[in-house]
């Protein structure tokens, strides 16, 4: 099983940036993206559940965030506008067998996580 995650990068604050995910290995349910910035903790960002093609968001990202599915299977993508220099961090991709409620959806206990894109945004 392999999560490959794209497309950070360096941005000014109030550009955009596109993350992408693709997971090979085995079909996916619930595929998520998370941050981790220096010294804090790891935190979700967006979720997505084949299921319905259900979407979640953290309160911090909603509104200029979206994760939606790509063509291809167990790929998702991030469309990160109006970053913010706060939003910097690594963020990392992870995938799970199951399809996860919305709670447990926000919590980094994912069955496969990718290596992490850092993002960066400059004031």
């Known amino acids: 099983v392999q999560l490959q995650a794209s497309g950070g990068g360096l941005v000014q604050a109030g550009g955009s940036l596109r993350l992408s995910c693709a997971a090979s290995g085995r079909t996916f349910n619930t595929m998520a993206w998370f941050r981790q910035a220096p010294g804090k903790e790891r935190e979700f960002v967006a979720g997505f559940r084949w299921s319905g093609s259900s979407t979640y968001y953290a309160g911090s990202v909603k509104g200029r965030f979206t994760i939606a599915r790509g063509n291809a299977e167990n790929t998702v993508y991030l469309q990160m506008n109006s970053l913010k220099p706060e939003d910097t961090a690594v963020y990392y991709c992870?995938?799970?067998?199951?399809?996860?409620?919305?709670?447990?959806?926000?919590?980094?206990?994912?069955?496969?996580w990718g290596q992490g894109t850092q993002v960066t945004v400059s004031s």
């Open positions: 992870a995938a799970d067998r199951r399809n996860l409620i919305a709670t447990s959806l926000r919590v980094p206990s994912y069955d496969y």
